[in-house]
């Protein structure tokens, strides 16, 4: 018997075993940039861009990024999201996740897109 619930079962069951990373994120220079930093290992992976349209100043000192494997960490990545009201969340293109809760609520919420560059040190 088929319930209507079997894909969002197997969504969560996908979803956590996906590995995960603790960091920040914030917005930086007039509104329309953003700067994440996450630590996977040891090794630190920064995710930086920009998006559109601005929004005022944001931090998120406990994001988290959601990936598959650390080949998806590399390179220039469009990625989409929403910034507001208590909460920040991008999508990247190529399936990562950035998301938390912002140290201080913005309003209104704005949806954003653009493009980042991931570097690791």
């Given amino acids: 018997m088929r319930t209507g619930l079997e894909g969002h079962d197997n969504d969560v069951l ?3 075993h996906m590995p995960t990373a ?3 994120i914030r917005g930086v220079a007039g509104g329309n940039k953003f700067t994440s930093t996450f630590v996977i290992e ?8 920009g998006f559109d349209p601005s929004v005022p100043p944001f931090t998120c000192d406990q994001a988290t990024l959601l990936y598959t494997d650390l080949g998806q960490l590399t390179t220039t990545r469009d990625f989409e999201g929403k910034i507001g009201t208590d909460t920040v969340s991008f999508t990247i293109g190529n399936g990562p996740t ?3 809760r912002l140290d201080m609520p ?3 919420a ?3 897109s653009g493009s980042g560059t ?3 040190n």
């Fill in 14 to 16: 996908v979803r956590h």
């Fill in 22 to 24: 603790s960091g920040f």
């Fill in 42 to 49: 040891d090794i630190q992976y920064h995710f930086s861009g």
């Fill in 98 to 100: 950035i998301t938390g």
């Fill in 106 to 108: 913005i309003n209104p």
């Fill in 110 to 112: 704005s949806r954003v």
């Fill in 118 to 120: 991931w570097a690791q």
